[in-house]
C-alpha cells in the first residue's frame, strides 16, 4: 500500500514537471506506465491527473502561473486523454474520465474573449470537454453546438452590459424550445452579477475563472443527478 | 502623420497580411514571442521590485522589446484572419510623425495636451470621467454634470448606459444608435450646464460595434474635436467594425482616442509580459488606428482593477520606455476595486496616480470607480482627488514617488479581495444640486490629510488656474 501510495506521488510529481514544460511526450508516457503498472484509467484520472492539474489551477488562481503555463499543462492533459486514456476506455468497461462536457463562448454583440480563453482553460484542466464556439456567438448557436456534442452545459461570458441581453435571450430561447431542464446554464464577465444571473434564469454564476469552474462542477454533478 | 493615403494603406495590410488562424495568434505565437523577447532583452521585474523603478537603461531595453514585439506580431484582424505587419524602419517613422501636442475640445474651453517625460514638471491632462462604467439612465446627466464641473477636469469622458428610454440596450442592433445618441444629447446637455460648452468629450460610449460611433460623429452632433474612442482588442486584436469607426474618424478629420487594456496573468504573462504588451500595444495602436492620443489600462484578470502592486509593477517602467523614447500623448486611465464613499477608492487613484504621473504620463484618465463594474458607483469627486494627487506629484522625483506609492499600496492592498465597491451617485451626492455629501467630502478630506502628512503637498485651487495651456510650452523645454 504504502508503496503504491509513493508510486502515485511520483507520478503526480513527475506528470506536473512535464506539464509546466510542455513536454506532452514525457506526460503520455508517464500516464501509459501507469497504466501498464495496472492503474485503471479513472484510478490514473482520479488519483494522479485530477490532483496533479486541481494544484495548477490553484497556482494561476493565486498568479504564481500564467495563462502560458495553463496552456502547456491543458495541452499535456489533452494529449493524454486522447492517446493513453480515450483508447484504454474504448477497449474496456465504459469507465469515463471525463467531468462533463462544456459549450462555451462570448455572447452575441461581443468581441473580447480573454476571460473567456481563461474559463476554458481551467475547465480542461479540471477533467471538462471543452468546445468553445469563440465570440459574438447568438443564443441559437450555443443550442446547436450543445446539441452536436451532447454538452449539458452552456457557458457565457459578456464584458459588455450591451452584450448582456444577449444572455437572456439563451434562457428565453431554451424556454421556448422546450429545452429548458435539458441544459444548464453558467454566465459571467466584467459587468455580470449574480443579481443579472437570477434575473434571467441562469442556474449559475461564475464571478471570475476559478469560481466559475467550481460552479460546473456543481452543475456537472446536478446533471448527473437529474 | 494621419491622412487618406495612410488610411488606404493600412486597410490594405488588413486585407494582405500574413494569414494565421486565431487560435494560433492566441495561443501560440503571442506566449512565445513575449518569452523570447524578455530573454532577448534581459526584462525581469522581481516580485518585491521598487514600484516606481529610476532605472534608465531598463526602461530604455523595455522600449526596444516593445518595439521588436510591434514589429513581430503585428495587429491580427479577426474578419480577414491575416496580421497588419509593419517593418521597423515603418513603424520608427509612423511614431516620429505622430503629434507630440493636441488641442482637444473647442474655445473658451479647448485644452491642449502635451508629451510629458518622467519627473517631468509640465502639466498632465486630466480626463476626468466614469469611463464607460453603465449608468441609471436617471442619474446619468447628473453623474456627467459633477466631472464636466470640476475646474480641474481638463477634458471630460463619457459612462455607458444602462437602460435607454427603460429599455435594455444592445450592442449592434438598433438600441445601440439609440444609446448613443441618448448618451450624445445628455454629455452636450451636461457640459453646458456645467458652464463649459466647448469642454472636450471622450466619446462614445455606447458604441461597441461602429454603429454608434457613425451615427453620432459629425460636425452637427460630437464634432471633431472631441476624442473618439477605438478599442484595440486584447491582445492584439482588432476586426471591420473597429476599422470602420478608423475609417470614418479620419475622413471627418476627427481626434482619435484609441485604447488597449492588457490583462495581467493573460497570454503576455505576468509583469514582464504585461510591461512589454503596453509597449508594443501602444505602438501598435499608432500603427493600426493612427491614433492622435491613446491609453492603456492593464487589467487584473480577477479584480478587473488597475492598481494592484504587480500591475504598477508594469506598468511604471512601461510608462517610463514610452516617454523616454518616443513623443506619443499616452494616458494612464485608472480602474480603482474600490468605489465612491471608500477611502480605498481614494488611496488606489493616489498610488496609480503618482507612478504614472512621475513615469512620465501625458494625461489620466477616470477614475473608473468600483472597477466599472456597478452600475452608478462613480462620482466627480474621485476625478477633482486625481487630478490634485496628479498635480502634487509633477517634477517629482520617481525615488519619493516610490516611497509614496509604496507606504500608500499598503493601505489598501489587504482590501482589493473584498471589494468594496462603495455607494451609488445618489448615496454620495445631492442630484439635485450636484454636489458631494458631507460624508464623502469628509473621506477624501481625511486621505488627503494623511497623503499631507506622508509628505504631499497640495497645490491650493489658484495656483492651479494660473497653469494654463500657454505655460506648458515653456515646461516641457525643461522636462527631459
Request: no cysteine.
Given at each position: 500500500m504504502a508503496d503504491k501510495d509513493e508510486s502515485l506521488k511520483q507520478a503526480g510529481a513527475d506528470l506536473e514537471k512535464a506539464m509546466m514544460s510542455a513536454e506532452t511526450g514525457k506526460g503520455v508516457e508517464i500516464a501509459q506506465s501507469m497504466l501498464d503498472k495496472g492503474l485503471s484509467p479513472s484510478q490514473f484520472f482520479v488519483e494522479v491527473l485530477q490532483p496533479v492539474l486541481y494544484e495548477i489551477g490553484k497556482r494561476f488562481e493565486r498568479l504564481e502561473i500564467f495563462l502560458p503555463e495553463l496552456m502547456k499543462a491543458a495541452k499535456v492533459a489533452k494529449a493524454i486523454q486522447a492517446e493513453v486514456l480515450e483508447p484504454s476506455l474504448r477497449s474496456g468497461k465504459g469507465e469515463t474520465t471525463s467531468v462533463g462536457s462544456v459549450v462555451i463562448g462570448t455572447c452575441k454583440g461581443d468581441i473580447h474573449d480573454i476571460g473567456k480563453n481563461m474559463v476554458a482553460l481551467m475547465l480542461q484542466v479540471n477533467g471538462f470537454k471543452v468546445y468553445d464556439l469563440g465570440t459574438d456567438v447568438s443564443a441559437q448557436s450555443f443550442i446547436d453546438a450543445a446539441r452536436e456534442h451532447e454538452a449539458k452545459i452552456i457557458a457565457m461570458s459578456s464584458l459588455l452590459t450591451t452584450s448582456m441581453p444577449y444572455m437572456g435571450d439563451l434562457t428565453k430561447r431554451l424556454e421556448g424550445l422546450g429545452l429548458r431542464k435539458e441544459y444548464r446554464v453558467i454566465v459571467g464577465g466584467a459587468p455580470v452579477t449574480q443579481a443579472y444571473a437570477d434575473r434571467i434564469g441562469a442556474d449559475a454564476y461564475g464571478s471570475d475563472a476559478v469560481s466559475a469552474v467550481q460552479q460546473c462542477l456543481s452543475l456537472a454533478k446536478s446533471t448527473m443527478q437529474s | 502623420m494621419r491622412n487618406a493615403v495612410r488610411l488606404l494603406d493600412v486597410l490594405d495590410r488588413m486585407e494582405s497580411g500574413p494569414i494565421i488562424e486565431e487560435e494560433i495568434f492566441d495561443m501560440e505565437l503571442v506566449p512565445s514571442t513575449m518569452a523570447a523577447l524578455q530573454k532577448k532583452y534581459d526584462i525581469h521585474i522581481a516580485a518585491d521590485a521598487a514600484i516606481v523603478p529610476e532605472d534608465d537603461a531598463f526602461a530604455d531595453r523595455l522600449f526596444e522589446a516593445g518595439l521588436e514585439m510591434a514589429e513581430t506580431l503585428g495587429v491580427f484582424c479577426t474578419d480577414t484572419g491575416r496580421r497588419m505587419v509593419w517593418s521597423r524602419n515603418e513603424i520608427l517613422d509612423a511614431i516620429g510623425l505622430a503629434p507630440s501636442e493636441l488641442t482637444i475640445g473647442e474655445f473658451p474651453d479647448a485644452h491642449t495636451q502635451v508629451k510629458r517625460f518622467p519627473e517631468d514638471a509640465a502639466r498632465v491632462t486630466i480626463k476626468g470621467g466614469p469611463v464607460g462604467t453603465p449608468s441609471p439612465e436617471q442619474l446619468y446627466l447628473a453623474i456627467q454634470q459633477s466631472y464636466a464641473q470640476e475646474p480641474l477636469v481638463d477634458l471630460m469622458i463619457d459612462g455607458s448606459l444602462e437602460t435607454v428610454y427603460g429599455r435594455e440596450g444592445r450592442s449592434h442592433s438598433p438600441w445601440e444608435l439609440l444609446m448613443a445618441w441618448h448618451e450624445m444629447e445628455m454629455v452636450l446637455t451636461a457640459v453646458a450646464r456645467a458652464g463649459r460648452p466647448g469642454l472636450g468629450i471622450g466619446c462614445t460610449e455606447d458604441s461597441v460595434s461602429e454603429i454608434g460611433e457613425l451615427s453620432v460623429t459629425s460636425a452637427e452632433r460630437l464634432g471633431p474635436h472631441h476624442w473618439h474612442h477605438i478599442a484595440m482588442v486584447s491582445e492584439f486584436k482588432t476586426n471591420y467594425a473597429l476599422m470602420t469607426k478608423v475609417a470614418h474618424l479620419i475622413k471627418s478629420g476627427s481626434v482619435i482616442h484609441s485604447f488597449y487594456n492588457t490583462i495581467y496573468g493573460g497570454t503576455a504573462g505576468g509583469r514582464e509580459g504585461m510591461a512589454i504588451a503596453i509597449v508594443g500595444g501602444c505602438i501598435l495602436l499608432q500603427m493600426a488606428y493612427m491614433t492622435t492620443t491613446h491609453s492603456v489600462s492593464p487589467t487584473h484578470p480577477f479584480f478587473g482593477n488597475t492598481t494592484t502592486p504587480d500591475i504598477l509593477r508594469a506598468l511604471a517602467p512601461a510608462q517610463q520606455a514610452i516617454s523616454r523614447n518616443s513623443h506619443l500623448l499616452n494616458d494612464v486611465v485608472i480602474t480603482p476595486v474600490g468605489g465612491p464613499g471608500t477611502k480605498t477608492l481614494l488611496y488606489e487613484v493616489a498610488a496609480q496616480s503618482i507612478t504614472s504621473v512621475s513615469s512620465g504620463a501625458a494625461g489620466l484618465i477616470g477614475p473608473r470607480s468600483a472597477a466599472g463594474t456597478q452600475p452608478g458607483h462613480v462620482s466627480g469627486l474621485e476625478a477633482r482627488f486625481m487630478a490634485e494627487v496628479a498635480h502634487a506629484a509633477r517634477g517629482m522625483s520617481r525615488r519619493e514617488a516610490n516611497r509614496l506609492v509604496t507606504e500608500i499600496v499598503g493601505r489598501y492592498q489587504e482590501e482589493l479581495d473584498k471589494r468594496p465597491i462603495g455607494q451609488r451617485f445618489d448615496e454620495v451626492y445631492d442630484?439635485?444640486?450636484v454636489q458631494p455629501s458631507q460624508a464623502w467630502i469628509d473621506t477624501y478630506e481625511a486621505v488627503k490629510d494623511e497623503l499631507g502628512q506622508m509628505g504631499m503637498t497640495f497645490d491650493s485651487p489658484s495656483a492651479h488656474a494660473a497653469v494654463?495651456?500657454?505655460l506648458v510650452g515653456s515646461e516641457i523645454e525643461g522636462g527631459s
Open positions: - | 442630484v439635485v444640486r494654463g495651456g500657454d
